[in-house]
């Protein structure tokens, strides 16, 4: 069988990275560019070092584009929604990882991203990218926009619920704690080492953009709050949230049980973890370090009718590089966890 | 002038370790004894290596405790309560550090510790420990229980709000993000050092006994509900809590300035950190380790009602030893900062 | 083509977890057996809770091994040895990777083991485990012997040195920095998270048994004195070897490049890592976590003799687990590589 | 009695800031003025954030520098030498913590920096800054250049050794493993969190410019070499200095011990850390974070001549900061640990 010809445009930081090196070894896809502007004609591996041994690729310029099957773009914020339309006349299919095509109204990008959006027209050609909930519409896709780290963490825990409207709808508070791979790879005052190393930093305790991405998502057609606060902490990769919900009428952590394996039990990423007994009890970042597994778990508050509901992901691979490889398993009619096997490590 | 003479029961844990700590270094204290039972006749920094070449105490055995000015008590749950009428034979003063007489009300304890107290009618006799909340009942007390660790960073960070009745009786979440010195200094399967590194678990979602200790501290007559989590992080000192509330009334930030510059701004172990560039804009543990510190910061959302409010202390310090020798200091009228002067490094 | 059938004896340690994780993914392996006493009947997930939804295999015990085509030890120290006879009556083919059978010499094995060994006449019958070094008579071996991790790391730097004579042989110093899952599953004091964490710790300065295995690959006939440390840093998976050697020739650093590349250029799991710009110009263990890569760099001083060798593996790969995988490979014929393709992750 | 009135010229980095934090408690100081050019008017606990409430000084400019009794010097390389003459019309005494005046002969200087040195003329009027090597020339110095941290500690380690002449002059290899406050508060893409955070980094395996510290102090008229390197790991502050000697005669473990106590029993911040068990058996640098201890602490290799010497500071405080200001004591007159008596923690 011929291979799936794919690019990559925005190759240098983590998120290419870590996408180019999920591609490398895909059976059913040929790498044929990625680009960086600032290091076109350097070997991918001088930045990528993990890459050593495994891809002789230099980078290219984002102008030297050639066609291609699949153009991945992951470009800084802003740089998706002004040359999209040059990027549709490279490749037919679109999986972009950015924030630009995440949210559906013009109105709600304002508001949350300050400014207004270049390209509002496209907003709705765009499948929303967790696979979980968009999966019939990814099959027939062109155009995919990979959804945020922290909105697929929460959207993915908090789905069933809202789905079947068990919830208060304005009482959800979302705390995530995140690494520090999520701030990118610029370096910083506040990412030096010495300052960064040890840190539990309220990085955004209100307003975050991913929230804009988990009301869309969460709404169902009632007006929902969500109440999100991130946490940074001396971790690299990784997302823990917990997220403290109030139902409607009294639930047991049977009825819990039963929702959870309803919505996810075929569900080839996703993993309930509930245990009574040993170290690992709920869903924790470090075991997911390079898989797209995300895990939940949850708890019943025995004196109020609040559950807290937990889960984690890898913010790289399930909130970033492996949810777009999961699209495209998806669009190709690939087998949906190729190229995704990976188990984890135990310990690390 | 004499010094107090005071007695460390339990001493080889690490909230006994840190007490020790300051009161070799306070003017106006001799140490006499340290009990531990597994270490009888052992030099104590055996045990406590920062204190090779500041003391050479050994551990004597808590059955030949002598009489004291004041005792300490940083025994395991359970110990205090069983054997407190022979400690008052040993010391008029006792300032205890466990749990043991927190709470006022024995059906509380009962609800929260799964067990009935042995000594139910001394609870009343003990001031909580907090010196912010009953700095004039401590002056004259002879019994102080100190407060739990999480409980006094998320009643510092809630108390203003709470006693002028400005936020939603029931709505509160506070999610705490703790170290591992918090579980004390017994190993386990879960602290062994390849499972508990970087790890990010939910080690109390619900249920946290310290929460009984924020409701009977902040209800001030009404029925009030606190939703609390608790989270272990890859860190060993420190506690951040991300407390989220609801006003009644619509609030700005500069009235919560207002506010808790009116509560707090006299206090000599709370500040209020908020910054608008830099670095370190809230309130970080990594800041406050060996200091008595509260640093207390807040942020409105303004989508909401919501406030976050955000507070962070050493747990072995503010949370255990040091706020015990605040509450020795206010006891025997000395300034109440004495021998708790440390105010912490940067960078660390 | 019909599956090798293979077994584990001793599971539940992180070596016996590692392994079974590649076996799984291997394409032609099919794991029948994995045993430890303190777990039969259970789930493996629950004790390598990475492998939830990989596997719903359960533990066995050891006196429930069936015959397999080869079997792996994992078992602690002077198991092997005091039971190889059942275990060759059970498979064919065995890779061991405990201690029991690196040593060629009963005298070397008592002056760093403290004991005498229970089975000398089979030292000389099992091949030792470093697939560069002894590839061709691994190719027909029935046993195997796993090297120690600290033993491969240091033999792979310096072997083209000793080989080929170019350094003083009494003068040799290795400084290796080692991870805590060096130091297997089980909890201890100085393994509990709030000693351990943050720690530099001098674990071993001298008298390490695995300098009895690095002597005798590198020996050569000649009489060598290798003088070794380990410390134990904040790190769970990794060595970094350090090794300063003193050359009896002046050599320049082409020298070394050309020696470097003629021994190892055509080895599909040894790099040369020497860069004059960017961030890892020399081997680091963490961009290796999950690899079975050895990373080799050196650098010479410009004041003296000395080269300093810098060498890096996972200890768990490389170190043990991909070090068996790889010779179950060459054993059976399959290419080297075969489920060993993970290039490890950056960021991470 | 008046207070000794001094100021800091560089102020805004971790050394000026370390040494601000001790001079606002020692009781015989007055902290005059601090300088930061990037931050002229700012107050000063906006970068050092650990100050909040312990001072309202503002950041100066090195050109309003007004008279004082001394000066400190935490400027950058080469601003010192070339400053050095009107530093000396501020002060009557300067003590330096850079690099510029710690080498008496300027070819060494310049075989070492690379370049020449601006005023080599000056070179011996600084007292070399180890007070247990130069303690009664510093009583009367006017000019104090403050040692190395990595030379620091190399240098208490092998002080008695090589001045009883006991060890080959040529053979010693140290090994430091230090942390990431080491390079200063700059910030690089190395020094960037995802990429620094877990890294074990070969940041300076030769040509380390401490060795010509070491090899200066260590000399005695004889012609020495010292095989140093430098390994960066995940840790903000401390140094662990491995060193390898070989005796000249054959030593006992108790030879080792009379040494080091007659060398070192009456100082005040070295301590012999040598325990046969418990967890902390030699030196770790976690528990010397905050102090100005050196722990020091060997080991017999009993199959050769070889001892390890193991040794440990934290380099902000004994590496820098603290060395300064015992110093300062000394040249005053006051007891020597003024304003050092900080034990450190258990645990941190």
């Not at 825990?157 to 304005?170: C, R, S, V």
């Not at 709404?219 to 001396?234: L, M, Q, R």
């Amino acid at each position: 069988m011929n291979k799936i010809k794919v690019s990559i445009a925005g190759g240098s930081g983590y998120t290419g990275g870590e996408l180019l090196r999920l591609l490398l070894f895909h059976p059913n896809i040929e790498v044929a560019q990625v680009t960086s502007e600032a290091n076109v004609g350097k070997f991918i591996y001088k930045i990528h070092p993990n890459l050593r041994k495994s891809t002789q690729l230099k980078f290219s310029s984002i102008n030297e584009l050639e066609k291609c099957d699949l153009l991945f773009l992951c470009l800084p914020h802003g740089s998706s929604m002004n040359r999209i339309e040059e990027f549709k006349n490279i490749a037919e299919r679109i999986i972009d990882l950015s924030g630009d095509f995440r949210l559906k109204d013009k109105e709600e990008f304002k508001k949350w991203y300050h400014h207004e959006h270049t390209n509002p027209a496209m907003l709705n050609e765009f499948v929303y990218g967790i696979p979980e909930l968009h999966r019939e519409k990814m099959k027939n896709a062109k155009l995919i926009s990979s959804a945020g780290c922290n909105a697929t963490t929460s959207i993915l825990a908090l789905y069933p619920l809202y789905k079947e409207g068990l919830i208060e709808e304005d009482r959800t508070v979302i705390e995530v704690k995140v690494g520090s791979s999520e701030g990118g790879n610029k370096s910083s005052d506040s990412s030096h080492h010495p300052e960064r190393s040890g840190s539990v930093r309220s990085y955004m305790p209100v307003q975050h953009r991913h929230t804009a991405e988990i009301i869309q998502e969460l709404s169902f057609g009632k007006k929902i709050e969500v109440h999100f606060s991130a946490t940074s902490i001396d971790m690299v990769r990784g997302i823990l949230a917990t997220c403290h919900v109030f139902t409607k009428q009294p639930l047991e952590e049977k009825d819990l049980w039963k929702l959870y394996r309803k919505y996810y039990n075929d569900e080839p990423f996703i993993r309930i973890v509930k245990e009574n007994e040993g170290i690992y009890r709920y869903p924790e970042p470090k075991l997911l370090i390079g898989t797209n597994y995300c895990d939940i778990g949850f708890k019943k508050d025995e004196f109020s009718n609040r559950f807290v509901i937990i889960a984690s992901i890898d913010n790289l691979m399930k909130g970033a590089a492996g949810q777009a490889l999961q699209a495209f398993n998806l669009m190709y009619g690939f087998n949906e966890t190729t190229g995704l096997e990976f188990p984890g490590f135990h310990p690390i």
